[in-house]
C-alpha cells in the first residue's frame, strides 16, 4: 500500500529564515501532492499542491517542488513569519483512488 | 457558503458506550471521507462514501465501526462499545467528485473514552 515518510518530524527556524519539509514515497501510481497545515485544535487546511505532471509550483512564501523519478516533494517557506508555526502534513493521492495518505507531519515553530 | 460541518465538535464517552459522529459535507458535493488523527500523529484514511454507497473501507476497523450516508442527511460514523484507544479527533472532507479534487475538511469532532 501507500507509505508516506516526512522529515524533520520538528523544525525550528529564527524569523524571516526559509524551513524545508521533505517526504519520500513508494507507490509510483501516485499523481496529487497536497501540503496542509494544522494549528493547534484546528482543522487541516491545504495550502498549497502540485500534481504529477509538474515539478515546481510557487504561491507567495510558498512552494512545492516534486521529483517524480525519486519519488519525493518537497515544502518550502521563505522569509518565514511566528503565524507559520503549525504542524503540516504532505499527502498523497494515486491516481486510482480518491483516499488521501499522509506522512506523520512536521512541528514547525518560527521563534520571533 | 457554509464548509464541511461537523457535530458534536466534543464527544465524551464511557467504556463500552456507543459514539455517532456525524459529517454534513459542503453544498453540491457527494463524496464524503473520514480520517482519524490520534494525538500527535497524522491522519489516517477511515473510508470514502458517497450517497448511499461506501466506495472504499479499506481503513476501517473490522469490528464495532461502521459509516453511512444515506440520500437525506449527513454522514455517520458510528463506534461500538468504544474502548480507551478510540479516543481521536475524527475528521471529515468532502469533495465534488472523483478524480482530481481538493478534499475539505472539517472541524473535526474530539472523541474522549472515559
Known amino acids: 500500500g501507500e507509505n508516506v515518510e516526512q522529515h524533520p518530524s520538528t523544525l525550528s527556524v529564527q524569523e524571516g529564515d526559509s524551513a524545508v519539509i521533505k517526504c519520500t514515497y513508494s507507490?509510483?501510481?501516485?499523481?496529487?501532492f497536497p501540503w496542509y497545515k494544522q494549528e493547534l485544535g484546528k482543522r487541516p487546511q491545504l495550502i498549497i499542491d502540485i500534481r504529477s505532471n509538474v515539478g515546481e509550483k510557487k504561491d507567495q512564501r510558498i512552494a512545492v517542488t516534486l521529483n517524480k523519478t525519486a519519488k519525493h516533494f518537497s515544502l518550502h517557506i521563505t522569509e518565514t513569519q511566528p503565524e507559520d508555526s503549525a504542524v503540516y502534513f504532505c499527502a498523497l493521492r494515486k491516481a486510482a483512488g480518491n483516499k488521501l495518505t499522509f506522512g506523520g507531519g512536521t512541528r514547525v515553530l518560527v521563534k520571533p | 457558503n457554509a464548509g464541511v460541518m461537523q457535530n458534536p465538535r466534543h464527544l465524551v464517552r464511557r467504556r463500552g458506550q456507543e459514539a455517532r459522529l456525524r459529517c454534513s459535507p459542503m453544498?453540491?458535493?457527494?463524496?464524503v471521507y473520514w480520517y482519524r488523527q490520534l494525538p500527535e500523529e497524522g491522519l489516517k484514511f477511515m473510508v470514502y462514501l458517497q450517497k448511499e454507497n461506501i466506495i472504499d473501507e479499506s481503513g476501517m476497523p473490522k469490528e464495532r465501526f461502521s459509516a453511512e450516508f444515506p440520500k437525506e442527511g449527513p454522514s455517520i460514523l458510528r463506534i461500538q462499545q468504544v474502548v480507551r484507544g478510540d479516543s481521536a479527533a475524527y475528521f471529515c472532507?468532502?469533495?465534488?467528485?472523483?478524480?482530481?479534487?481538493?478534499?475539505?475538511f472539517g472541524p473535526g469532532t474530539r472523541l474522549t473514552v472515559t
Open positions: 472532507a468532502s469533495s465534488p467528485g472523483q478524480g482530481p479534487h481538493e478534499q475539505y
Open positions: 453544498k453540491g458535493h457527494s463524496h
Open positions: 507507490d509510483s501510481a501516485s499523481n496529487y
